[in-house]
């Protein structure tokens, strides 16, 4: 059976967090703001906890699907699993709007990402090179230009996943 540290002073984490906020809450809150592996270690001084605590609960995220883990021998980093907030945005967006909307916003955006790659002649925003003119206006009207355009196909990517949702009363799939 693990032990656990005791609870930090309150005066080490009041400024932080809210008062009443539990552990988990502070560890999910943590865990969704970090954008690279992270140790629990790390996590745990943030959130105001031990680190045997917080690896409690990240284990615990894990579990859920809402953080992902590697682990290098002992060692274990933490993350968020982007695909777990990309479903909570696409539920949503299932919930606040019909499917004839969601697919009308589909066709927008198709036609958005259309412009795009007729405007660069590609059909990757990779592929494209912001740097092949001299100008620093256009360099950076291309750069936002590109930027634009992965959000995009990242938008038909997740209409796309409310359209299933909303289709699906909830699932991916037919239940």
């Not at 777990?84 to 589909?106: F, G, H, K, M, P």
């Not at 007729?118 to 090179?129: L, N």
């Amino acid at each position: 059976m693990m032990e656990f540290d005791p609870a930090p002073e309150p005066s080490a984490t009041e400024r932080r967090w809210q008062q009443g906020e539990d552990t988990f809450s502070r560890v999910y809150d943590v865990a969704m703001g970090i954008t690279s592996p992270t140790p629990a270690a790390e996590i745990a001084d943030i959130a105001g906890c031990s680190p045997n605590t917080a690896k409690k609960h990240l284990d615990r995220l894990v579990d859920m699907g809402i953080v992902s883990v590697t682990r290098i021998g002992r060692s274990a980093q933490y993350e968020r699993n982007e695909g777990y907030l990309e479903w909570q945005d696409a539920s949503r967006i299932a919930n606040e709007l019909t499917v004839e909307e969601i697919i009308d916003r589909v066709g927008e955006l198709e036609d958005e990402r259309a412009n795009y790659e007729e405007e660069f002649e590609a059909t990757d925003p990779a592929a494209v090179s912001v740097y092949d003119d001299a100008s620093h206006e256009t360099i950076h009207d291309r750069m936002a230009a590109v930027s634009e355009w992965r959000g995009v196909i990242r938008d038909i990517r997740l209409y796309e996943l409310a359209r299933q949702l909303a289709e699906n009363d909830g699932h991916l799939i037919p239940a």
